[in-house]
């Protein structure tokens, strides 16, 4: 953790902070950061401002801090990845990296070459998303969290978008690709108000799914020869966005 992240209601009005002996920032602080009366670190509440805390006393194994807000978010970029449902293991490497550079939006969607399953994991309970998300953004040292939402199907993302107008669509397809995506933001009209990606599962995409792509106004992009794991080219992909957008 960079940064820590707390809930507005763990706060009150003077700043204080108290935490549990098993809450795991309690753990992290004494095990990893050997906090001690007096020791402040890089803090911060979940979609509000950043600043410092300082813990104040120790007492069975619980924590008090004191909290002093100094600054407000850091934002969230204007891009959306569209992301196909894969093993919960590469989706939470996804959520976490991606939030980590600043995506905004996720929408999680289940694909005709997935497996069905994927939908009813435990690790898409909103809880267990959050928890990820809120790795990611400790990481950034940002306080933002992003949407995520899931739908049923491709169809139903792209329906879910309500994209401006303006926006860049790309979807990364290692087979009929008509560009690289790096060559496609050398091409695209600058000032763009929001960028979507759109990456499949582990098996990629199905020919309607291609088709359905294609009419919604989304270029087919590579990211090269290389057949990559959804994790790779999702955060590869969004990370050439990005810099296409001038952001980094």
Same mark, same amino acid.
């Given at each position: 953790?960079?940064?820590?992240?707390?809930?507005?209601?763990?706060?009150?009005?003077?700043?204080?902070?108290?935490?549990?002996?098993?809450?795991?920032?309690?753990?992290?602080m004494k095990k990893i950061l050997k906090a001690?009366?007096?020791?402040?670190?890089?803090?911060?509440? %979940?979609?509000?401002?950043?600043?410092?805390?300082?813990?104040?006393?120790?007492?069975?194994?619980?924590?008090?801090?004191?909290? %002093?807000?100094?600054?407000?978010?850091?934002?969230?970029?204007?891009?959306?990845?569209?992301?196909?449902?894969?093993?919960?293991?590469?989706?939470?490497?996804?959520?976490?990296?991606?939030?980590?550079?600043?995506?905004?939006?996720?929408?999680?969607?289940?694909?005709?070459?997935?497996?069905?399953?994927?939908?009813?994991?435990?690790?898409?309970?909103?809880?267990? %998303?959050?928890?990820?998300?809120?790795?990611?953004?400790?990481q950034a040292v940002c306080t933002q969290i992003?949407?995520?939402?899931?739908?049923?199907?491709?169809?139903?993302?792209?329906?879910?978008?309500?994209?401006?107008?303006?926006?860049?669509?790309?979807?990364?397809?290692?087979?009929?690709?008509?560009?690289?995506?790096?060559?496609?933001?050398?091409?695209?009209?600058?000032?763009?108000?929001?960028?979507?990606?759109?990456?499949?599962?582990?098996?990629?995409?199905?020919?309607?799914?291609?088709?359905?792509?294609?009419?919604?106004?989304?270029?087919?992009?590579?990211?090269?020869?290389?057949?990559?794991?959804?994790?790779?080219?999702?955060?590869?992909?969004?990370?050439?966005?990005?810099?296409?957008?001038?952001?980094?």
């Amino acid at each position: 953790m960079n940064l820590i992240l707390f809930n507005t209601d763990e706060i009150d009005n003077s700043g204080r902070i108290k935490l549990t002996e098993r809450d795991p920032r309690t753990v992290h602080m004494k095990k990893i950061l050997k906090a001690d009366i007096g020791f402040s670190f890089e803090a911060g509440i %979940i979609n509000g401002k950043q600043g410092r805390a300082t813990v104040s006393a120790i007492k069975d194994g619980e924590l008090t801090l004191n909290f %002093i807000p100094e600054s407000d978010p850091v934002g969230l970029h204007p891009i959306t990845l569209l992301l196909g449902l894969s093993r919960p293991p590469t989706v939470k490497k996804v959520l976490k990296e991606a939030t980590a550079l600043g995506v905004s939006r996720f929408i999680l969607f289940g694909t005709e070459n997935g497996e069905k399953s994927y939908k009813n994991s435990n690790a898409l309970k909103p809880d267990k %998303i959050l928890d990820v998300l809120i790795e990611g953004v400790q990481q950034a040292v940002c306080t933002q969290i992003p949407e995520v939402s899931i739908e049923h199907s491709l169809r139903c993302a792209i329906e879910a978008l309500a994209a401006p107008q303006g926006t860049l669509m790309q979807a990364l397809d290692n087979y009929e690709a008509v560009m690289s995506l790096s060559e496609y933001w050398r091409n695209a009209a600058p000032g763009a108000p929001h960028t979507i990606l759109a990456v499949g599962s582990e098996r990629g995409w199905t020919d309607r799914e291609r088709v359905r792509l294609r009419n919604s106004g989304f270029t087919l992009c590579s990211l090269g020869p290389r057949v990559l794991r959804t994790e790779t080219a999702s955060i590869a992909g969004t990370a050439l966005c990005l810099s296409g957008m001038g952001i980094i």
